[in-house]
Each structure stands twice: as C-alpha cells, then as structure tokens.
C-alpha cells in the first residue's frame, strides 16, 4: 500500500533520467505507473521543461538559419587564416644589424679615410677643449664684483646692480633676499610650487 | 556567483586539457575520462593537433572546418541564450572557435572535445556578458533587432501582429525569468535545456560536483516555474 507521493526533487530526477535516455530509478518509475496525481505533476514538469527548451532552441534555430550559419563558417575559416600568421614585427637593430653596419663600414672605405675622419674628429675635440679653457681662463682673470650679480641671478634686483653705489647695491640686493625668504611660504610642501610660480615682484624688477 | 567558469583554479578554458590538473582524474573517475570511447569529434581534435603539431597548417585548417559544422549550430543557441543578441552570438561563437584553434596544441583526449570547446564559449560569453553591463551603466541596451524579430515570427509560422506581440512578449518573459536565475544556476540550466548536455557532461563543463549540477537544476525549474506561472501542483 501507498501512503506517500513523490517529493518534487525524484520527479525532477525521473525527467532528467528520461531526458538523457537512462532508465529512471526504479521505485520512483513503479510509483509514476501506480499514482495519478503523481503522473499528473510529471507530466507538467516535463511539459514545462520540454517547452522552455522547445521555445529557446527554435528562437534560436530561426535566427541562426542555414545560410547566417554557413557565413559565420566562412568567416570562421577566413579568420583562422591568419591565426598561424602573427603580425609582422619589425625588429630593433640588434647585433646582427650593428655586426652588418660595422663589416658594411670596413670593407665600403678604405684605411686611409677612415683615418682622416679619426684624426678631423681629434683634432676637433682638441679645438674645442683648448677655447673652452681659454674662455675659462679670461672669465677668472675679471674681477670678483663682475660675478657678484650672476651668482644670485634669479633673486638679485637688477635695478640696483646697475647703481653707480655698487656698495649700497649689494646692500638692496642683501635685504631683498631677505624679505624674500620671510615672503616664502614657510610649509615645507608648499616651497617646490613657490619656487615654479612666477612672482609679480619679478616681472616689475625686471622690467 | 557569476556562473564563471574558471572559478576554480584548473577551470581555464585553456588550461581544460592538462592532465596534472586534480580534476582529469575525477573525470576518468565518472567515466568522461580516457576510458569513454573517443567520440568523433575528439578524434578530429586530435588529428588537427597533431597536424598543427607537424606545422600542416593548412590541413590542420581543413579538417578544423568539419568540427565548425558539427558544434556551430549548438554553440549559436546556446551563446544566443546567453547573449539574446545574435551579433554578439555570432561573435562570440566565432571567437570560441579561434581560441580553440589557436589552442588546439594544449588540447588533451582526456577532455571529450565537446566539454572543451563549451567552456571556452561559455566563457566567451560570460565575459562578454560582463562587458555588456559595464556599457549598459552607460548606454541605453540595445534591443532586438527588428530583423531578427522577424525571422523568429516568421519562422514559427504565424505573422498576424497579435501573435507576433504576445510571443515576443512570452520570449522577454523567458529571458527575464532566465536572467533573474543565480549565474550558476543559469550557466546549468542553460548548458542542460540549450546545449543539450547531460549532469555528467555540465560537471566536466563546469567543474562543479554532479550532485551539485542537479541540485542547481532543480532549483532553476522550480524557480522558472515560480516565475513563469508554470504549473506545481502539490501531492
């Protein structure tokens, strides 16, 4: 005798045992033959199930026809073309390159040019060192006041280094720097913005 | 939970085939393993890998051409379920099979092809889904094509405007319903009702335990039934 019905869990797993063409278990199968009500509930689950899966794989079939498929199969094989075929990467030169410029350069000129280069190249260098010590040398020979307004260039009033009193010109220059650095924002992070910021004091000095 | 799955960590796609990964040997375990008979479509899978292996690329091209034709059809239904956008789908599943041509080499028998091959759509999909709602924030979605509409109308036989109207608004409700599932859950109830796979084959697919893809089914119909109005009659 029969005293309970099928939980809908065993139901469910009847209809997925048939689905995938397994025999479902078997006491649950014996109690679909005997019981109405539970034959009923299967037959709604199924339905259910089987016209959800019904009404997705024809939207889908309708959308996806033969000819969309047999595209989307040419557009497949077109792109798989280049899948064995990466982008051509143009090398940076290496040392094969350096190695090719490097025999291309002994064997394109001959050892007598190559030297005029290495000694027009020296003699150059050697050029350019002696007039930059030449230069240096007369730059050390002016006097010390010459090189007084360049050393503080950025903070100097210029006004007053072109005084006819260099003495109280120095002076000027002294107490502006010092009002300067009581001007300056004295927090520690504020000095970096302080000193890329143009100040109006500046523009009307050097103007 | 986002239905993902490379959730676990010997889930990726590309990675499916490896058979240090612990779960090869679960697999065998249920009989999806080496010791199931190779089904046509892994012996194709094999052969390509083994041209490509041999660089005949363009055989390797060729024979690659007849798994398209065996799993295109299902892999458009089932990224069209995902995605309810046929361009997407059509991408995605384009891309599906790229990636798993530009794989094929890390490809391993103890994987039917099949299981292989739907992950990476999946996959595809889920990614695509994600991208889809970060646009959304922005955009207004986009809805379904009028053509597309169309071509399902027609297809089902019927053209008058009502019957059109009232399936077009059953299909949103689907959908709807479909979307309003927890990711795993749709991931399952998909692979099952649209991809035609069985617990056995989903548990390969999404590394989750068999017991677990029933359950996640069970509650997905009984979900979809509580929203869709769908009979439940108690004993």
């Given at each position: 005798?029969?005293?309970?019905?099928?939980?809908?869990?065993?139901?469910?797993?009847?209809?997925?045992?048939?689905?995938?063409?397994?025999?479902?278990?078997?006491?649950?199968?014996?109690?679909?033959?005997?019981?109405?009500?539970?034959?009923?509930?299967?037959?709604?689950?199924?339905?259910f199930m089987?016209g959800l899966?019904?009404e997705?794989?024809?939207?889908?079939?309708?959308?996806?026809?033969?000819?969309?498929?047999?595209?989307?199969?040419?557009?497949?094989?077109?792109?798989?073309?280049?899948?064995?075929?990466?982008?051509?990467?143009?090398?940076?030169?290496?040392?094969?390159?350096?190695?090719?410029?490097?025999?291309?350069?002994?064997?394109?000129?001959?050892?007598?040019?190559?030297?005029?280069?290495?000694?027009?190249?020296?003699?150059?260098?050697?050029?350019?060192?002696?007039?930059?010590?030449?230069?240096?040398?007369?730059?050390?020979?002016?006097?010390?006041?010459?090189?007084?307004?360049?050393?503080?260039?950025?903070?100097?009033?210029?006004?007053?280094?072109?005084?006819?009193?260099?003495?109280?010109?120095?002076?000027?220059?002294?107490?502006?720097?010092?009002?300067?650095?009581?001007?300056?924002?004295?927090?520690?992070?504020?000095?970096?913005?302080?000193?890329?910021?143009?100040?109006?004091?500046?523009?009307?000095?050097?103007? | 939970?986002?239905?993902?799955?490379?959730?676990?960590?010997?889930?990726?796609?590309?990675?499916?085939?490896?058979?240090?990964?612990?779960?090869?040997?679960?697999?065998?375990?249920?009989?999806?393993?080496?010791?199931?008979?190779?089904?046509?479509?892994?012996?194709?899978?094999?052969?390509?890998?083994?041209?490509?292996?041999?660089?005949?690329?363009?055989?390797?091209?060729?024979?690659?051409?007849?798994?398209?034709?065996?799993?295109?059809?299902?892999?458009?239904?089932?990224?069209?379920?995902?995605?309810?956008?046929?361009?997407?789908?059509?991408?995605?599943?384009?891309?599906?099979?790229?990636?798993?041509?530009?794989?094929?080499?890390?490809?391993?028998?103890?994987?039917?092809?099949?299981?292989?091959?739907?992950?990476?759509?999946?996959?595809?999909?889920?990614?695509?889904?994600?991208?889809?709602?970060?646009?959304?924030?922005?955009?207004?979605?986009?809805?379904?094509?009028?053509?597309?509409?169309?071509?399902?109308?027609?297809?089902?036989?019927?053209?008058?405007?009502?019957?059109?109207?009232?399936?077009?608004?059953r299909r949103a409700r689907v959908a709807a319903a479909v979307?309003r599932l927890?990711?795993?859950?749709?991931?399952?109830?998909?692979?099952?009702?649209?991809?035609?796979?069985?617990?056995?084959?989903?548990?390969?697919?999404?590394?989750?335990?068999?017991?677990?893809?029933?359950?996640?089914?069970?509650?997905a119909a009984r979900k979809l039934r509580g929203l869709l109005g769908g009979v439940e009659?108690?004993?």
């Amino acid at each position: 005798m029969r005293h309970q019905h099928l939980l809908e869990e065993r139901l469910f797993e009847c209809y997925l045992a048939e689905r995938a063409g397994e025999r479902p278990d078997p006491p649950a199968a014996d109690h679909l033959v005997d019981c109405q009500p539970c034959a009923e509930r299967y037959a709604d689950l199924s339905a259910f199930m089987d016209g959800l899966q019904a009404e997705g794989t024809a939207e889908a079939d309708a959308i996806f026809t033969h000819d969309r498929l047999k595209a989307q199969h040419q557009r497949i094989v077109e792109r798989l073309l280049h899948v064995a075929h990466p982008a051509r990467i143009i090398r940076f030169p290496g040392r094969r390159s350096v190695d090719f410029v490097r025999r291309s350069m002994t064997t394109s000129t001959s050892h007598g040019s190559s030297r005029w280069i290495a000694a027009a190249a020296a003699a150059g260098l050697f050029i350019g060192v002696a007039v930059g010590a030449s230069y240096n040398y007369s730059a050390h020979n002016r006097s010390p006041q010459a090189f007084a307004p360049q050393v503080g260039a950025p903070l100097l009033n210029p006004v007053a280094v072109r005084g006819d009193n260099q003495q109280s010109a120095a002076d000027d220059a002294f107490l502006s720097d010092l009002d300067i650095a009581l001007e300056r924002p004295h927090t520690r992070e504020l000095l970096a913005f302080d000193a890329f910021t143009p100040h109006a004091r500046d523009v009307v000095l050097n103007r | 939970m986002s239905g993902d799955l490379r959730t676990t960590p010997d889930a990726h796609p590309v990675d499916a085939g490896d058979d240090r990964a612990p779960r090869s040997g679960r697999l065998s375990a249920k009989g999806v393993g080496p010791a199931a008979p190779v089904s046509e479509d892994t012996r194709i899978a094999i052969e390509i890998r083994d041209l490509v292996q041999r660089d005949q690329l363009d055989e390797a091209r060729e024979r690659f051409g007849e798994l398209v034709t065996i799993h295109q059809r299902r892999a458009s239904r089932i990224a069209y379920q995902y995605l309810r956008d046929a361009s997407e789908a059509d991408e995605a599943v384009q891309d599906a099979f790229v990636k798993v041509f530009s794989h094929i080499g890390s490809y391993r028998e103890a994987w039917p092809f099949e299981v292989w091959f739907t992950r990476i759509l999946i996959n595809g999909c889920l990614d695509r889904r994600k991208a889809r709602s970060r646009r959304e924030r922005w955009f207004v979605a986009g809805e379904v094509s009028a053509a597309d509409e169309a071509r399902v109308s027609t297809a089902k036989g019927r053209t008058d405007p009502e019957h059109k109207l009232l399936a077009r608004e059953r299909r949103a409700r689907v959908a709807a319903a479909v979307d309003r599932l927890d990711g795993r859950q749709r991931t399952v109830f998909m692979l099952s009702q649209y991809g035609d796979c069985t617990p056995k084959e989903i548990s390969a697919m999404t590394g989750l335990n068999e017991s677990t893809v029933r359950v996640h089914l069970f509650r997905a119909a009984r979900k979809l039934r509580g929203l869709l109005g769908g009979v439940e009659k108690k004993p």
